[in-house]
């Protein structure tokens, strides 16, 4: 019969504990408590993997207590796409969230200069999940939307002249998408 791993120390625990409560103060301020929970929950498994059932367990408590709503939140570069889409023009993720923050909806956040969080007004358009790089061992917040900000969106761009129309590939063009030259008469 194989050995369990053994906990560590109720010492180790809290000196881990104080110092990963401190990083989350610290990198994710004012943002839900779930969110943090889990944040520290697989820190302290990432710290402390003999703990990794202990905190499977309490990540799935949290996350049961608070769902998500059932409908399909967006990145930005889905609002960019379906924009595009409804304004026939180009509109990039980066303009997305340069409007987003010219509507009062997100601001960057206090220490990650590439991370946004939600203002008081922008709760009621989108929500800040917790999300782990599937590609390396970043793990952080990230701001998802729901579907009704399209509308202050698209009238936000409408009003905003100064985005350049362009087809795909980045240029400007007359031919239509997928088609023949339109001819003028």
Do not use: C
Not at 53 to 66: E, G, W
Not at 75 to 93: D, F, G, P, R
Not at 111 to 124: D, F, I, P
């Amino acid at each position: 019969m194989a050995a369990k791993e053994q906990l560590p120390s109720v010492e180790e625990l809290k000196h881990s504990v104080a110092s990963i409560n401190f990083l989350a103060d610290y990198l994710f301020g004012e943002v839900d408590s779930a969110i943090k929970q889990q944040f520290k929950a697989n820190a302290l498994a990432q710290q402390h993997p003999e703990t990794t059932a202990i905190v499977k367990l309490a990540t799935d408590l949290i996350a049961q207590s608070h769902p998500l709503p059932p409908e399909e939140l967006l990145t930005v570069t889905q609002l960019a796409t379906k924009l595009s889409e409804i304004l026939s023009k180009k509109i990039s993720a980066k303009q997305v969230n340069s409007a987003l923050q010219e509507l009062g909806f997100q601001e960057t956040h206090p220490n990650q200069s590439r991370s946004w969080q939600l203002t008081e007004a922008g709760t009621a358009y989108g929500l800040v999940l917790a999300t782990t790089s599937k590609t390396n061992s970043w793990s952080g917040t990230r701001v998802k939307w729901f579907e009704k900000v399209i509308s202050p969106l698209t009238e936000y761009f409408s009003d905003h002249t100064d985005v350049p129309s362009s087809a795909p590939n980045g240029r400007n063009s007359r031919k239509p998408i997928g088609g023949a030259p339109q001819l003028l008469s």
